[in-house]
């Protein structure tokens, strides 16, 4: 099939892409009538039915909740929740050491807590334990006296250690959104979306985060005890209220904004700006955060803050944090947190410029494979994004024990198109790994590092030409393209309004020009700021993030007010000023002539 043809006349930007109107075209499927409503021309767009505009238009958790008995094992497990709700039985919940394992945890906690009753947490050390449940630590559980147990964003793959606990008598639930393989590990029930034996209508679901998932168990466990007749006398939990943890863990695991996470981001936005959890209003605080958090902030500032309790401190402060009725404690905790979100920032870059070191070597190389020793496993999947995003390219990074003992201990990010998760299992399945899953987008990994050099020739083989395909299609795909005076704060409100944006819905990008240079210099590490003007004489300000070394950023340090520009990217308030100004955060630029 033809491509499309490119907008603006730009086929190579200074990015080396062609632009392209996003879906393609501007015809919008004939929806010509529409060029003034901005928002239906996006909504459109990235996908939705022209019948199925208003739904969209303002996401509710009404219109796209399912319900949960949809999914596999969904009432089981409902049913066993709610027996140990009535039976006050011990109850663990086991989490992951990210954003996502601790939300998951402090839900199903909050939500037990507001049931009358109440539960442990086990959060795995990163370092000594690594991903996912240990057999052991479940088998100790149990002799501790958990009467059940529930992991959240793990076990989906847990074979051994389910086979553990299932022997020594440990009852575990499993909620969980990685990817799974044909046999299922032995449990009192596995929720999980991506089990291969799902039904169409809940595996369309499978982009959930593990704390979507864990809602929906929350929804089903309530129902259950409503039929009961658990609430006569008593008052139902307020399940609304528990949406500011699932926005969260949503946006910090990257799970894909449409559909049912768009609703939860979106109402759960707004739920956290009420700040009645006491710890995310610690975490709020300690992020500097002046106003209601956005989605972008959940990313950028929260999240990160959560995650180095995992990658560099203890691993059990996120839900702790995320737990705590105590302000004072809330307080402390989120102060930690930030201190060690900035080591975690110092350890990151060391990693990263060895990483980076490698990627020359490697420039026929399908997916990167990069390797050290004595490189911190807590920043690895940082790096490896940021890696991905400069190269285009798949990437693992791979901690490898400095002393030269033990295998290594690796994480991936993949690009739009290539299924790594599903790579992993594959390699993890014919002796590749000693283990590893995940999902398309992200995967970690154990390795003999003896065999470092036989995955990476497999991936090639598998991954070559999915790899060539993907990044022979990664145009700059623009919503918009105007002249500098409709860069306004109207302009940029309007846009936001068919947000929230993250991954699979990604935010508007514009074009905006011709542009001259009127300044460009340096902040920052390697940040270019830029004021330029337009034709029209309106002028704004613009800054290319982490731009400096590229061909972009030197382009727009040493472009002059005699060549014009394109320039293409995201539209910002910015609200330093006395009054809030549009700005532009560039991602690509192009020569007007």
Request: overall charge negative.
């Amino acid at each position: 099939m033809e491509s499309p043809p490119s907008i603006l006349g730009i086929d190579r930007s200074l990015q080396g892409r062609s632009w392209r109107w996003r879906g393609g075209n501007m015809d919008l499927a004939g929806h010509n009538s529409l060029d003034h409503d901005i928002v239906a021309q996006l909504l459109l767009s990235r996908g939705v039915p022209p019948d199925d505009l208003e739904r969209h238009r303002n996401p509710s958790l009404r219109s796209f909740l399912p319900d949960p008995a949809l999914f596999r094992d969904m009432e089981t497990a409902a049913e066993r929740l709610a027996d140990a709700v009535e039976r006050r039985e011990a109850v663990t919940v086991y989490g992951d050491y990210d954003v996502d394992g601790a939300t998951s945890a402090a839900l199903l906690i909050r939500l037990l807590r507001a049931l009358g009753h109440d539960a442990d947490h086990y959060i795995p050390d990163r370092l000594l334990e690594g991903y996912g449940p240990s057999g052991e630590a479940l088998v100790r559980l149990g002799e501790q006296g958990a009467k059940l147990v529930v992991t959240v964003d793990c076990g989906a793959m847990a074979h051994q250690a389910l086979t553990m606990a299932r022997d020594a008598g440990v009852e575990v639930i499993v909620v969980d959104h990685h990817k799974c393989a044909a046999q299922l590990p032995p449990a009192v029930a596995l929720v999980n979306p991506n089990r291969l034996d799902e039904a169409d209508e809940a595996a369309a679901h499978g982009h959930l985060a593990a704390v979507g998932v864990a809602f929906l168990l929350a929804v089903a466990t309530v129902r259950v005890l409503r039929g009961r007749g658990y609430f006569q006398g008593r008052r139902e939990p307020d399940l609304f209220a528990l949406l500011d943890l699932v926005a969260l863990g949503t946006v910090a695991d990257v799970a894909a904004l449409h559909g049912l996470n768009r609703a939860f981001v979106a109402q759960g936005l707004k739920v956290m700006a009420r700040r009645d959890g006491v710890g995310l209003s610690a975490l709020i605080d300690a992020s500097r955060l002046t106003r209601a958090p956005v989605c972008s902030d959940l990313g950028f500032a929260l999240g990160p803050r959560i995650n180095a309790g995992g990658r560099v401190g203890e691993s059990t402060l996120g839900v702790r944090l995320l737990t705590t009725d105590d302000p004072e404690e809330a307080r402390r905790i989120a102060t930690q947190l930030s201190a060690l979100n900035e080591e975690r920032r110092a350890i990151e870059a060391m990693v990263q410029e060895a990483a980076e070191a490698q990627v020359d070597a490697q420039h026929n190389r399908a997916v990167l494979v990069l390797a050290g020793r004595g490189w911190h496993p807590g920043v690895i999947g940082i790096v490896a994004g940021r890696i991905k995003e400069k190269t285009g390219k798949p990437t693992l990074v791979i901690a490898l024990d400095a002393d030269e003992a033990g295998n290594g201990k690796g994480s991936g990010r993949s690009i739009a198109g290539v299924d790594l998760g599903a790579a992993i299992i594959a390699a993890r399945e014919l002796g590749l790994l000693v283990a590893g899953g995940g999902h398309a987008m992200a995967a970690g990994l154990t390795v003999d590092p003896a065999r470092l050099d036989a995955l990476a020739q497999w991936l090639d083989e598998q991954l070559g030409t999915t790899v060539t395909a993907a990044m022979a299609n990664q145009s700059l795909l623009l919503d918009l393209a105007i002249a500098p005076g409709g860069l306004t704060p109207h302009l940029v409100e309007e846009l936001e309004s068919a947000g929230p944006y993250g991954m699979g819905w990604p935010g508007p990008r514009v074009a905006v020009g011709p542009v001259r240079m009127v300044k460009a210099d340096l902040v920052g590490t390697d940040h270019v700021r830029m004021i330029v003007r337009g034709d029209d004489g309106a002028s704004f300000k613009a800054i290319a993030f982490r731009a400096a070394s590229t061909e972009l950023g030197q382009v727009l340090l040493n472009a002059t007010h005699h060549r014009r520009l394109w320039l293409a990217g995201r539209a910002k308030i910015d609200d330093w000023a006395s009054r809030p100004q549009a700005e532009l955060h560039v991602d690509d630029a192009a020569f007007a002539d």
